[in-house]
């Protein structure tokens, strides 16, 4: 299987132009987990790394989406628990290098799966990524008049030897840890057709969408239509990350993430209120379907350098509508752009829920060790 773009229609450019408008916003809040590099412990250090500290001798790469590039974490948005809304930050905050436009942040919780394990971590995460949009090729932002590189390709199309990051070899991995799948199959774009049609159908102009019973033309197309494409894609990028380390002689470990759920249950507040209580509850089947997806693409593959970090259920207690939600939600769209989706931190884990992440995948990454 080699590393494509998608051509015209909706597995091409058309199905890519749709993520635009905010391809990190919504999406990224949902992404894939890297793999952590195998660390120079051997089984028993890694096993018993509570106990015995190790030096930073090993290696950590992140891939991945705005989940694992930190996204949201830097606009400074705070809580107020008394209107349940998100309030102050700046959207035009300066984020670090060397590809700024990413939104990497120090917050990421692959910086803190490092730190925990005492290991170096080579950040090559950036918002909005795909499988066909900054993973194999560069990250790309199609504009009206030009289109923005935000930054080279982060792993490369091995088969076909092109687009390949010298860095990634450079960092020698011993753990790689992969958040990816909310951008491929437009989840972004997905929550923001619910929402314009939330407005449509309260006003009487449209049929209610985001249902079961009419899930709408953007889910068919962006994430019933494109799951299988995704499938393929996820187990392509698995097998290239093994393939690549065995040619340098030197495999990861590699963990994926699926996606924390922020949605709430059974409540309302102004995070939510764009979306009818059924649309959002639709949203977590397609959340739930997605991570089902992920786990069982790589659990299939049956290969003992693979895991899944399940972050599912890390929000428990601080989804949206608690007292102290993990993760930016909908009241931010009011708070500088009330008539436009331009913050990209909606859906994204909050440097608390990033916190959360780190701590489910740090047993993933440990047991993965342990195999070796």
């Known amino acids: 299987m080699g590393g494509r773009r998608r051509g015209d229609g909706h597995t091409g450019t058309g199905h890519r132009a749709r993520r635009r408008r905010r391809s990190a916003a919504l999406a990224a809040a949902l992404s894939v987990l890297v793999a952590l590099p195998v660390l120079s ?149 997905i929550v923001e057709a619910c929402i314009e049609n939330a407005y449509e159908y309260a006003i009487g102009v449209a049929s209610e969408e985001c249902v079961p019973a009419n899930p709408g033309s953007t889910v068919t197309s962006d994430f019933t239509g494109y799951l299988p494409t995704f499938v393929t894609d996820e187990k392509t990028l698995a097998d290239w990350i093994v393939a690549r380390g065995k040619a340098d002689g030197r495999v990861p470990k590699v963990v994926f993430t699926d996606y924390a759920d922020p949605l709430p249950q059974g409540t309302s507040c102004p995070d939510s209120n764009d979306l009818y209580p059924e649309q959002v509850a639709y949203l977590d089947t397609l959340l739930h379907e997605m991570n089902t997806t992920i786990i069982s693409t790589i659990d299939g593959l049956k290969d003992n350098n693979l895991a899944v970090a399940d972050i599912s259920g890390v929000y428990a207690g601080h989804r949206w509508c608690s007292t102290d939600p993990w993760a930016y939600g909908l009241s931010i769209y009011s708070v500088e752009h009330p008539t436009s ?32």
């Open 341 to 372: 989706f331009e913050s990209l931190a909606p859906f994204h884990p909050t440097p608390a829920g990033q916190a959360a992440i780190a701590a489910a995948v740090d047993p993933v990454v440990e047991k993965l060790l342990a195999k070796r």
């Open 41 to 189: 412990l051997g089984i028993a250090g890694a096993a018993s790394r509570s106990a015995r500290r190790v030096t930073a001798q090993g290696s950590v790469v992140q891939l991945g989406d705005s989940i694992a590039s930190g996204e949201g974490t830097l606009y400074g948005y705070t809580y107020d628990r008394s209107t349940q809304t998100w309030t102050g930050g700046n959207v035009n905050v300066t984020w670090p290098g060397p590809y700024p436009l990413c939104h990497d942040s120090p917050d990421a919780y692959g910086e803190l799966v490092a730190a925990h394990l005492k290991a170096k971590l080579t950040q090559f995460a950036c918002t909005g990524a795909a499988f066909d949009d900054g993973i194999t090729v560069p990250r790309v932002n199609k504009g009206y008049f030009s289109d923005t590189t935000l930054r080279p390709a982060e792993f490369g199309d091995w088969d076909a030897r092109t687009d390949l990051n010298a860095a990634y070899d450079a960092a020698k991995p011993d753990v790689t840890l992969v958040t990816l799948g909310a951008d491929d199959v437009q989840f972004s774009a």
